[in-house]
């Protein structure tokens, strides 16, 4: 039980959001029952699950051999920092940005076993590079989906629209990652012998991994995730403990915060007036909310009042570099990484990302006559 406890009892960020949430409790008329309807349990559900089976991996002990391989394979700090970075773009486009991060930061965290290296700068990048490549496709994150869905491209139309955006972006990202990691060689701490995993325990988390896609894709989700449960339960009932938990409390009452600002009656009554703001205006407004309430509910607010374009696909999309609320991918990888000087770190290379991809962005669309 004590275990359980001490994440929450130590989690200031969790306590600033209920903070937060109660501060906004005295100024917007709700009922206590709407509350549950604030949430998007198909997102923790998602979430819930990914937390699991990338403990369940990670308990295996198999990002030890991969993470040993790695380095092994790549001799310079800056040669291991692309392909980080390269992979984490890469498999945002078409595995979401979040399960790519679910895959990618066990592993980094597990480098630091065979060579002194700038653990939380990769994870950073990483993050960073999930936003950039995520942007590309419809189904690379939760807000191209509602684009996608409330708009008039097609599947590859919709590509080719943020094609230019996640191009110029992604290549600007691997070039900083250039300039931010050494060509120092990595020396690998001495350590004879191989690293040993759980086959059984391994092979259990990655099939279970495709059961819940599939789960994910026929929207039986929350059978998927009983079903890892299960599983878990009978194999490995110490990963159930030491899982994050308090991460599904920070993402609950981080919608039921965002529920209770949008229903601010100055709120309300500025959506009203979003039609009639400028095409810059409409840019910025996307671009800022996105800092304050993340960019998923900033589009869901965003699309009750203006049509799902180019212009507020790209928006959206930048809004998650930045500030740490701009994307949710960014509060997991930090979260995971379990270091309290990533938090300060991060903005030192998002918040100029940010600026850079909102000037890039907006001189994109005038050449390219999208708004």
Known sequence: MVTLL?????DRFLHLLILTGLILAFFVP?????????????????LCGLLMLTKGIEASGYFDVL???????????????LFLVAAAALLSTFLTNDVALFILVPLTLSLRRFSALPIARLI??????????????????PQNILMWRHGDAGFLGFIWQMLPLAAVLVASLLLLTLFCFSRKKIELAAQSAVPSWQRPLMIASVVLYGIFIVALELNLALWGLLAIFAVFLLMARRILLSIDWSLLAVFIVMFIDVYLLTRLPAL??????????????????????????????ATILLLSSLPATTLMAWAVNIGGF????????NLIALRM?????IWWQFHCYSVPLLMWALLLGWGMLRMLKAI
């Open 6 to 10: 001490r994440p929450f009892l130590h």
């Open 30 to 46: 709700f009922s206590p029952s709407q509350l549950p309807a604030a949430v998007d349990w198909p997102t923790i559900v998602t």
């Open 67 to 81: 993470g040993r391989r790695l380095v092994q394979r790549f001799h310079r700090q800056r040669s291991l920092a």
């Open 124 to 141: 950073i990048f990483e993050a960073l590079a999930v936003n950039a490549g995520s942007l590309l496709t419809p189904v690379g994150n």
């Open 268 to 297: 309300q009554v500025s959506l009203h007036h979003l039609s009639q703001l400028s095409a810059m205006g409409q840019y910025l407004l996307a671009i800022g909310l996105s800092q304050i309430i993340s960019n998923v509910p």
């Open 322 to 329: 930045g500030l740490l609320p701009g994307s949710l991918a």
């Open 337 to 341: 990484a379990k270091d309290r000087r």
